[in-house]
């Protein structure tokens, strides 16, 4: 037996699926269409919003690797997790991502400020990050 919400597609009746698992069918119209797309773009960084952390922290207009650039992104993942760690405080799988994500933020910074000390400061600054 299969729980169907928005009755907008048809549900199987004739193979089970194995038991503990669960059936998702493909949706592709109406309101489960909008709630997939909400769920799986909430939480991640989407196209828009690493275009604009590029054009804001990068060197030229095609740079996409430079330090800078991969720290930015780093920073702006670990904004949207800790956000996300401040409402449940129990997902300590994200909390290991984020303690990585912060560790390799670390070493891009140190990278950084060993090669080009005046890159680095601007951008901490630019980031209102700490020392």
Do not use: W
């Not at 928005?6 to 669960?22: C, D, F, K, Q, V």
């Not at 269409?33 to 828009?48: E, G, K, P």
């Not at 670990?78 to 290991?96: E, F, G, M, T, V």
């Not at 601007?122 to 209102?128: G, I, M």
């Amino acid at each position: 037996m299969y729980l169907d919400l928005t009755r907008m597609y048809e549900i199987p009746t004739a193979a089970e699926p194995p038991r503990g698992s669960l059936f998702l069918p493909q949706v592709t119209t109406g309101l489960a269409l909008f709630v997939n797309i909400c769920y799986s773009t909430r939480h991640m960084l989407t196209a828009r919003k690493k275009a604009n952390v590029i054009k804001d922290v990068a060197r030229t207009d095609s740079d996409t690797g430079s330090p800078e650039v991969q720290v930015g992104l780093l920073t702006r993942k670990i904004n949207d997790l800790a956000a996300h760690l401040k409402k449940n405080p129990k997902d300590l799988h994200s909390r290991r991502g984020l303690l990585g994500m912060v560790a390799d933020r670390r070493s891009h910074l140190k990278y950084l400020e060993k090669k080009n000390k005046r890159a680095y400061n601007a951008l901490l600054k630019k980031l209102d990050l700490k020392k």
